[in-house]
């Protein structure tokens, strides 16, 4: 592991970009971007348009080190090179931590939860990741209802595939997302934070990891978490919360970092200058820096 990326990760000032669509998102992800599904045909033509946008973000002057701490990046893009070179290798010369998304996707809603389907080929995704210099993984479920066995069902497969990733010397980012349109996402939001700081005080000394987690309804609910000795770092997920009231609720939660997707990017489209590029990426930038760093 990489003893100067573990302490940006840890204590830089900043936050972590998702740039990390997959399959099923990416053409709603280059439809937001300006670029029509019917303007292209295939699987081959559409990841060669998004790894075009994620091109074009990565080396824009806007995405530096000094704000962005770390990018979530999707395989496709780790096999990808930008400017010669390998697209974590791209980043690490940036001052930005690679990571990669390793889940295959959700399962059914069962439970009030949808787990994360079974990842069949981890150990060689794993083993690609330590070759492409990749610092550490993400992986999402997501929780709709407050149900117990649901959401101690979430956690327990996390920690179980996270404990995987940390023995292939890689820091899982666990990602049990709360849906932000549920009924009763506080009461979800405390069932979940006492299972994971279980799990946590069930870790030995050199396990590792980070959450990702919706931001709260009640501010502060994750204090515990963010303080706790085995969590590197907790981001939140922006959800599908435009960026204004991301930030606005991100601000009011102490230790709390954005790893924002949606919210990073929406102002960006392909048809924009580079001038116009440039400014939209940057402006979101700085108002999700000063959301993750400046608290209310």
Do not use: W
Not at 53 to 61: D, K, V
């Amino acid at each position: 592991m990489n003893n100067q990326q573990f302490d940006k990760i840890k204590n830089g000032k900043g936050f972590i970009a998702a740039l990390d669509q997959s399959g099923g998102s990416t053409p709603k992800a280059l439809a937001g971007y300006g670029v029509p599904e019917g303007s292209y045909s295939g699987e081959d033509e559409m990841f060669d348009l998004v790894h075009q946008m994620r091109t074009r973000i990565i080396t824009s002057p806007a995405f530096d080190g000094d704000r962005i701490i770390g990018a979530i990046l999707f395989e496709q893009t780790m096999d990808r090179e930008i400017e010669g070179k390998y697209t974590a290798d791209y980043l690490a010369d940036k001052g930005v931590v690679p990571f990669l998304k390793v889940d295959k996707g959700l399962a059914e809603q069962e439970n009030g939860v949808q787990l994360m389907k079974p990842i069949h080929d981890l150990d060689a995704t794993l083993h690609r990741a330590n070759e492409r210099n990749i610092f550490g993984t993400k992986m999402r479920s997501v929780i709709h209802e407050p149900n117990e066995d649901g959401i101690k069902q979430v956690v327990e497969q996390q920690f179980q595939i996270g404990k995987q990733i940390i023995a292939a010397g890689l820091v899982p980012i666990i990602e049990p997302e709360v849906n932000i349109h549920s009924e009763n996402k506080e009461k979800c939001e405390e069932i979940l934070r006492d299972e994971i700081l279980n799990h946590l005080n069930n870790l030995s000394e050199d396990e590792n990891v980070m959450l990702k987690l919706t931001i709260p309804t009640k501010a502060n609910n994750y204090k515990e978490l963010i303080e706790h000795p085995r969590v590197v770092r907790v981001v939140a997920l922006s959800g599908g919360y435009s960026r204004d009231d991301a930030n606005e609720k991100l601000k009011e939660n102490v230790g709390l970092i954005a790893s924002f997707s949606r919210a990073l990017a929406a102002d960006l489209n392909a048809n924009q200058s580079e001038e116009e590029f440039d400014k939209a990426l940057k402006d979101a930038v700085d108002t999700i820096y000063d959301a993750s760093v400046n608290k209310k």
